[in-house]
C-alpha cells in the first residue's frame, strides 16, 4: 500500500471517490471518474452485497445514504467506505470490527427519538413521551 500514501488517493484512483467540479461557487457535476475499471467493478459489486446484508453497519450506512441520494450514489458511497476501510486495514494491521446496525441509533438516540415522534405525528397521533422507569419491559407468560 505504499503506493498510496493516503486512504483518499487509493479512492481516487480507483474511481469511487465523489466528483467536485466547482466554479465561482457553483457546484456542478459530482460524477466520479473512471479509475480502474476492474476494481471499481468488484468494488460495486462487493457494495451491493453489503448492503443485502443484516444488522451490520454497512447496511445501516445504505439505508441512510439511499433514503437521500438514491440506489447508485449510496452504493458508490458504500464501496468508497469500504476501500478507505480496507487501507487502513492494510496499513495498520488492524482487524476490522463492525460497529453494528444500531450505530447511527447509538451514535444519537435523540435524532432518532425526534424521527419516530415526526413521524408519528404525520400520521396523525398524538405523543407524549415520558422516560422509561426500567431498562427492560416485564415479560408476561402465557
Not at 469511487?16 to 459530482?30: H, I, L, Q
Not at 466520479?32 to 453489503?50: C, D, F, H
Not at 446496525?101 to 432518532?112: A, I, L
Amino acid at each position: 500500500m505504499t503506493a498510496f500514501p493516503t486512504a483518499k488517493h487509493l479512492a481516487s484512483w480507483a474511481g469511487v471517490c465523489p466528483g467536485n467540479d466547482e466554479s465561482a461557487g457553483k457546484r456542478r457535476s459530482g460524477k466520479t471518474r473512471k479509475g480502474s475499471k476492474w476494481l471499481r467493478a468488484n468494488l460495486i459489486e462487493a457494495a451491493t452485497a453489503a448492503s443485502r446484508t443484516k444488522d451490520t453497519y454497512l447496511q445501516a450506512q445504505y439505508q441512510r445514504l439511499r433514503a437521500r441520494r438514491g440506489h447508485a450514489r449510496a452504493i458508490t458511497a458504500l464501496a468508497h467506505s469500504m476501500l478507505v476501510a480496507t487501507w487502513h486495514i492494510l496499513t495498520t494491521g488492524e482487524i476490522y470490527r463492525d460497529p453494528g446496525g444500531d450505530y447511527f441509533t447509538k451514535r444519537d438516540p435523540e435524532r432518532q427519538t425526534r424521527r419516530l415522534v415526526a413521524h408519528l405525528e404525520k400520521l396523525g397521533h398524538v405523543v407524549t413521551l415520558q422516560p422509561a422507569t426500567s431498562t427492560a419491559p416485564s415479560a408476561v407468560a402465557t
